[in-house]
């Protein structure tokens, strides 16, 4: 599918031939002219307008850091980058602005899956590519995204799961989600209920992917499920806000209550390493340079992958200090 700049690129490329194929002809001039810099060719960098969907976790955080030291101008990006605060509305706001802005490609991570129909067809309308990060969409618009790049969120869910049921299987688990109806929760809570089994979630609740909101939705989970001996949050910062909720109950985080954990950012390898997370599954938020890549291949027509898998691994707690400290986040 040729992008509206593709398709501009190639009239002005056809016009510049043009031009001078006459010029040639006109000043008399034998048409042997080998420049090959075409007058004013100059490289146009690349106008990407990137829908960031927050900044609520130190994933997002490194995330974040990678695409702006990808996406710059010494590489050919002009980059309009905007921070949603995890409200689809900003991110609809601000797909609507770089459709206004006549962005050449749009590149963002959905808060949630659902509820961009309208806004993925002006897009489509519009005829500007979409590289989809990170989060997952699910619309009944045809085709909405060029390319899509990330984790694979359901196999972390069945890694940690596999985890659990290895090495606590007879844990009473409260499942600590992300930000409800999101790619990552939907599909870390599919992979691991599937491997634990629905009997052993005592209760689940969601904590949004912050560490303030974990905190406090396992405050309440203590009351309400005071048996509970292990908790899977679906990341790092929801599991942090628990240990601060365990330990304030008086409990010991990683032994009375053990902590099955995803994304492997520093703060969470080191609980680990603390003996205060049991297992952290790696979700790798660096992968601005794939991003670049791609944008680069879209925007100049190329044929790129339906989908790319940023790839994981895993930790328990003999972890060492040196891999944490040799870590890029
Ligand atoms: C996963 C990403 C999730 C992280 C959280 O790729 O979407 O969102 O696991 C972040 O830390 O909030």
Not at 115 to 124: A, F, N, P, R, T
Request: overall charge negative.
């Amino acid at each position: 599918m040729f992008s509206k700049k593709m398709r501009t690129r190639g009239l002005a490329a056809s016009v510049a031939v043009l031009a001078l194929g006459l010029a040639a002809c006109s000043s008399g001039g034998d048409g042997d002219d080998n420049s090959t810099d075409g007058g004013d060719s100059g490289s146009e960098n690349i106008k990407v307008g990137f829908s960031q969907l927050g900044a609520e976790s130190g994933w997002r955080t490194a995330n974040t850091e990678s695409v702006k030291a990808s996406l710059t101008a010494e590489n050919g990006i002009d980059l309009t980058f905007v921070d949603a605060q995890q409200k689809q509305e900003n991110q609809i706001k601000a797909l609507r602005d770089f459709i206004d802005q006549g962005v050449d490609v749009i590149a963002f991570s959905p808060v949630v899956e659902t509820g961009w129909d309208e806004v993925l067809q002006e897009i489509k309308d519009a005829e500007i590519p979409v590289v989809l990060v990170d989060r997952t969409v699910d619309t009944t618009v045809e085709d909405p995204y060029v390319t899509w790049i990330g984790a694979d969120f359901k196999q972390e869910g069945t890694t940690a799961g596999e985890w659990v049921k290895e090495n606590a299987p007879d844990a009473k688990i409260f499942e600590l989600q992300g930000t409800l109806g999101s790619g990552a929760q939907v599909d870390r809570e599919e992979g691991f209920d599937a491997v634990v089994g629905a009997e052993n979630i005592v209760g689940k609740a969601s904590g949004n992917f912050t560490r303030a909101e974990g905190k406090a939705a396992m405050e309440a989970a203590l009351q309400a499920y005071p048996d509970m001996t292990l908790v899977f949050a679906h990341n790092d910062d929801m599991g942090l806000g628990a240990i601060e909720a365990i330990e304030a109950a008086g409990k010991v985080p990683g032994k009375d209550i053990q902590i099955v954990t995803v994304d492997g950012v520093r703060d969470g390898l080191q609980a680990l390493k603390d003996g205060k997370f049991n297992y952290v599954v790696e979700c790798n938020p660096v992968f601005g340079d794939q991003i670049l890549d791609a944008i680069k291949k879209v925007d100049a027509g190329e044929d790129v992958p339906k989908e790319t898998i940023v790839v994981d691994q895993a930790f328990d707690q003999t972890i060492t200090q040196e891999t944490i400290d040799g870590r890029k986040y």
